[in-house]
């Protein structure tokens, strides 16, 4: 990992651009241009990721309802400008988190791989909780076989 974003493909700086503005609007109406078809998502809780766009429409819609003071702190990409990990902390149900999302992308900017992973414990279990709550019925569909 190198500590600048201005080796990143152009096409993933411009949809990572986009991914902020998005956030910080708390609107992620947009995401589904940014996502490849066959996207992934990896959860904190989770052994089985879910896929594909849909699902990562869902999840990081939801989460974007359930954080409370989200707020990214640093970013590191990649050496070969396709991927990037962005630190963040949040709030959950009055639990501090802290936490990164490592993100891989293709060439022509589209996101094809979003794990988060997250901690301590109880800001874990909080958001776990949260959104099992909301999801539990719709995300078994999304499970990608492994």
């Known amino acids: 990992m190198i500590n600048t974003l201005t080796q ?6 411009a949809s990572l651009a986009r991914w902020h503005t998005m956030v910080q609007a708390k609107n992620l109406s947009g995401l589904s241009a940014l996502l490849h078809p066959d996207a992934v998502f990896r959860s904190p809780m989770a ?3 879910y896929g594909p766009a849909a699902a990562l429409e869902l ?5 974007m309802q359930v954080f409370e003071d ?3 702190h640093r970013e590191l990409a990649s050496e070969d400008g396709l991927s990037v990990v962005l630190e963040f902390s949040a709030n959950v149900n009055g639990k501090a988190l802290k936490g990164i999302d ?5 060439a022509q900017g589209l996101i094809t791989e979003f794990e988060v992973m997250v901690r301590p414990l109880s800001g874990l ?3 776990g909780a949260e959104m099992g709550a ?5 995300l078994p569909a999304h499970k990608l076989k492994t």
Do not use: C, K, S
Not at 102 to 106: A, G, P, V
Not at 134 to 138: K, M, Q, S, V
């Open 125 to 127: 279990q909080a958001l």
């Open 47 to 49: 052994h089985t990721p």
């Open 59 to 63: 999840i990081l819609g939801t989460v």
């Open 102 to 106: 490592l993100i891989q992308f293709d």
């Open 70 to 72: 989200f707020a990214y």
């Open 134 to 138: 909301r999801l539990a019925a719709h």
């Open 8 to 13: 990143l493909n152009p096409a993933v700086r």
